[in-house]
């Protein structure tokens, strides 16, 4: 066990100015908070006193709500929230960078809770130097990294499959109403405030940065929650119960939540809940609407909310400064403009927009599956408990081709394909994608041929059935 302060130097990032274009054949990257969780911003920058990272270096998150991020594997220039953290020379030989990368990812629960700062959260130096870090020898550091890699590639495919699901149904969306805003058929225009028949704001409490509530507290929701345009019930902080004295708002499924304050890009956020979450709770800054679906139906209005059109409304409503958090009042939310087209049509919009919800609620399962898969793999390797025998999951041995599978599969593992594929066909406990349910398949066929699984004769239910040798 080593502490942090032996093993990694701290350099904090600068702020410069930057474009969202590539300025010339000179120009860098130049990284911020978000991107650590995706390259869909790119911005670059032809400054040069500047701090560089590369793909060794480890990028933490210094400053703000999310302070404690960390991103590896990026080249470029760090802004001013951020600080570059590189191993020092007597542990390079030591350690693999990228594991120090998961193993820091993993503590974000600890940064977020010994961060100062009353409005603006900043890390604790002091904090982050003490941390301690298992550090096995190297061999077993790039084993760890290898399987947390593999991992990380699935959720990364899960997530782009989810991507493409959103995508398809904006796409119908526009297919169905056009642009609604430039009313191609006509549509009569009114205020949301005709349609609506609730419009509720939530409660705030302050509240700790934590992964999992215990049965004591409730999770007060942050605007990050509908930032992206879907539900993210990740994004909240626990209240102790007792002290919740107000009457708090539940999301539910089918429910429209509206951010009334963010930054500039983010105010104005909506998204549809697939579920019931009782133990979480809306802020004051995240309302509820709630619309007559004979005139309007939530769906539509959902996507309606986030056209470039109607967004600049927001911003020519909202008060607050412009480098700052904006706010939309509801009496202002009220009297926007919007098209009302026929009901029909809308009804129709919605059966597709609910047939593909299903689906990405079925794909999200598998996403989350295998993100408690890595959260469950990463602490048994920084605990030193992993058997690297058994730490592969059969969605990872799946992912791969046969060799790999006869490698790292045991008879648990093969147990689980088996009974996976008990019942012939794709269901929501079973295989989400045609591509490994066929591949599962072929598996199986080779597992005959070496004879590792068997048929027998069920007496009970009368059929053949496998089983492993």
């Given amino acids: 066990m080593e502490f942090f302060k032996d093993i990694l130097n701290i350099t904090k990032g600068r702020k410069v100015n930057f474009s969202s274009d590539k300025i010339d054949g000179d120009s860098f990257r130049y990284i911020q908070i978000e991107d650590l969780r995706n390259n869909n911003q790119l911005k670059y920058t032809n400054e040069s006193k500047c701090v560089f990272v590369n793909e060794k270096d480890i990028i933490i998150a210094w400053d703000g709500a999310n302070a404690g991020t960390i991103g590896f594997g990026l080249n470029g220039i760090i802004g001013s929230t951020l600080a570059k953290l590189t191993v020092k020379k007597e542990f390079v030989n030591k350690c693999n960078s990228i594991y120090l990368g998961y193993f820091l990812s993993s503590k974000f629960e600890y940064f977020q809770n010994t961060s100062t700062g009353a409005i603006i959260p900043h890390l604790s130096r002091s904090a982050l130097e003490r941390l301690p870090i298992p550090l096995p020898d190297i061999e077993t550091q790039n084993k760890v990294v290898a399987i947390l890699d593999k991992v990380k590639t699935i959720l990364n495919k899960r997530q782009d499959t989810i991507t493409k699901h959103d995508e398809l149904i904006r796409a119908f969306f526009l297919d169905t109403f056009g642009n609604p805003m430039e009313r191609p058929n006509q549509w009569k225009l009114d205020t949301i405030n005709k349609c609506l028949i609730n419009l509720s704001s939530g409660t705030s409490y302050g509240g700790e940065n934590k992964k999992k509530l215990t049965d004591d507290e409730l999770g007060v929701l942050k605007v990050s929650a509908i930032t992206k345009g879907f539900f993210n019930a990740d994004e909240f902080k626990a209240v102790k119960k007792s002290i919740i004295k107000r009457q708090t708002i539940h999301p539910q499924k089918g429910d429209l939540l509206f951010s009334r304050a963010n930054t500039l890009e983010l105010v104005g956020a909506t998204c549809i809940l697939d579920a019931n979450y009782d133990r979480l709770f809306l802020s004051d800054k995240i309302w509820k609407i709630e619309t007559d679906e004979s005139l309007i139906k939530k769906t539509y209005l959902h996507y309606v909310l986030q056209n470039k059109d109607v967004r600049k409304t927001f911003l020519s409503i909202a008060t607050g400064s412009s480098g700052s958090m904006l706010n939309i009042s ?23 927009f609910l047939k593909y919800s299903g689906l990405k609620a079925k794909l999200k ?105």
């Fill in 330 to 352: 509801m009496d202002k939310f009220r009297n926007i403009i919007i098209p009302y087209p026929p009901i029909e049509l809308q009804e129709q919009f919605e059966k597709t």
């Fill in 365 to 469: 399962k598998a996403h989350q599956d295998i993100s408690d898969l890595f959260g469950s793999i990463s602490e048994l390797a920084f605990k030193g408990e992993l058997n690297f025998n058994t730490a592969v999951d059969l969605e990872i041995l799946l992912e791969n081709d046969y060799t790999f599978f006869k490698k790292n599969s045991n008879k648990e593992t093969i147990r689980l394909l088996l009974k996976r594929l008990d019942k012939d066909e794709l269901n929501s406990n079973k295989f989400y994608e045609q591509d490994q349910y066929n591949k599962a398949k072929e598996f199986v066929f080779e597992l005959l041929k070496e004879d590792r699984i068997k048929q027998i004769f069920d007496e009970k239910f009368q059929c053949i059935k496998l089983t492993v040798s």
